[in-house]
């Protein structure tokens, strides 16, 4: 039989209209950041290319995170307006209005922002080198001091601040011991403290977050084994002299537990609330502590079962937000009792 010329292209746009296409595939979310119903959702698309939305009410609606068109971009916004983002390899942009208009920095090779509604600090590093940049001033200047990092595959520090005042960075030195430095005084100078953490591994920086209550969070991970690895928690309410191990889960044959945790599958995240309550996340599970991370416990309100790839919990006053890879960006407005899914 002979195909003519016109149904020869009919059949060809059948064809192609029945291809999914990479840009179609749904987002591989990774990542969910929103306090005071501000906040960023990251996520992959069909190409592996990194991306961002941006909620102004509270996760009802997202748009894409756009800096001058370009999208290639990893930022935070604050409710205030007050927001800083990540472009392209690392140059550092900033917003007074909510992310609607960017204005470039001189802030080059940055790889992580941590932000308050007056102060921001930017991690940044050229090879082996990290630094540290702040401003307090909105993002209009910055001033810059050298970090000694080490790490395997990137450099491996994490940190947070729990007012434009008093911060904390955790870190690996170059030869992988994990260390402390804490500021009172916006990042101006900083007093090292031994980090409690009895297993640690290569590749990341212990999780640590400072509440504005002034408790202390630190969750130690070891190397992993087969589908886990040891996690530890500490806490401190003394700006780091001093941390209560809270609970511990080392991996089995290697030592005795504390407290009670259990963490199914690999370790993804934290999320502190106050200084009794906080959220685990892991690859098959969540977990929960009211107690100030003595006990744990498995939350089981959720959307959908987990299959082990990524999952963040994070907590916005009585609204919950899941990001649960390919199955996607989840939302309860009522502390877990409800949940449907945001289309991004």
């Not at 039989?1 to 591989?28: C, D, K, N, W």
């Not at 204005?103 to 932000?115: E, I, L, Y």
């Not at 030195?173 to 403290?193: A, I, Q, Y």
């Not at 630190?218 to 500490?234: R, S």
Request: charged letters at 25%; one cysteine or more; hydrophobic letters at 40%.
């Amino acid at each position: 039989m002979r195909i003519g010329p016109l149904a020869l292209i009919a059949f060809v746009l059948i064809a192609a209209a029945t291809v999914p296409s990479e840009s179609r595939a749904a987002p591989f979310v990774s990542d969910v950041h929103v306090v005071d119903g501000f906040g960023t959702v990251t996520a992959s698309t069909g190409r592996s290319e990194l991306r961002q939305w941006i909620t102004r009410d509270g996760g009802r609606t997202f748009e894409r995170l756009r800096v001058r068109g370009e999208l290639d971009v990893y930022g935070t916004v604050l409710a205030n307006g007050l927001g800083y983002a990540r472009v392209g390899s690392g140059r550092l942009w900033r917003t007074v209005d909510g992310g609607r208009t960017w204005r470039r920095t001189g802030v080059r090779g940055v790889f992580k922002v941590a932000a308050t509604s007056t102060s921001a600090w930017a991690l940044r590093s050229k090879g082996r080198r990290v630094w540290l940049t702040r401003s307090d001033d909105g993002g209009r200047s910055w001033t810059t001091r050298s970090l000694r990092v080490g790490g395997f595959e990137s450099p491996a520090v994490d940190i947070d601040f729990a007012d434009a005042a008093d911060g904390v960075i955790s870190g690996l030195r170059p030869k992988d011991k994990p260390f402390l430095l804490v500021t009172h005084n916006g990042g101006r100078t900083w007093t090292e403290r031994r980090s409690p953490c009895g297993t640690f591994n290569s590749k990341a920086a212990p999780d640590v977050r400072w509440l504005v209550s002034g408790t202390l969070w630190l969750v130690c991970t070891g190397p992993g084994g087969a589908g886990a690895e040891a996690v530890e928690v500490h806490t401190s309410i003394d700006a780091g002299r001093s941390f209560a191990l809270r609970s511990s889960a080392p991996l089995p044959g290697t030592g005795r537990s504390v407290g009670q945790l259990a963490v199914r599958g690999h370790y993804k995240g934290f999320s502190p609330v106050s200084d009794r309550r906080a959220f685990m996340s892991s690859g098959y599970g969540f977990s929960v502590t009211r107690d100030g991370g003595r006990r744990w416990r498995g939350l089981r309100s959720l959307p959908v079962q987990l299959d082990g790839g990524g999952s963040v919990l994070q907590v916005d006053g009585k609204v919950r937000y899941l990001a649960l890879g390919v199955q996607g960006l989840w939302r309860s407005p009522d502390a877990g009792a409800r949940w449907h899914r945001v289309k991004l």
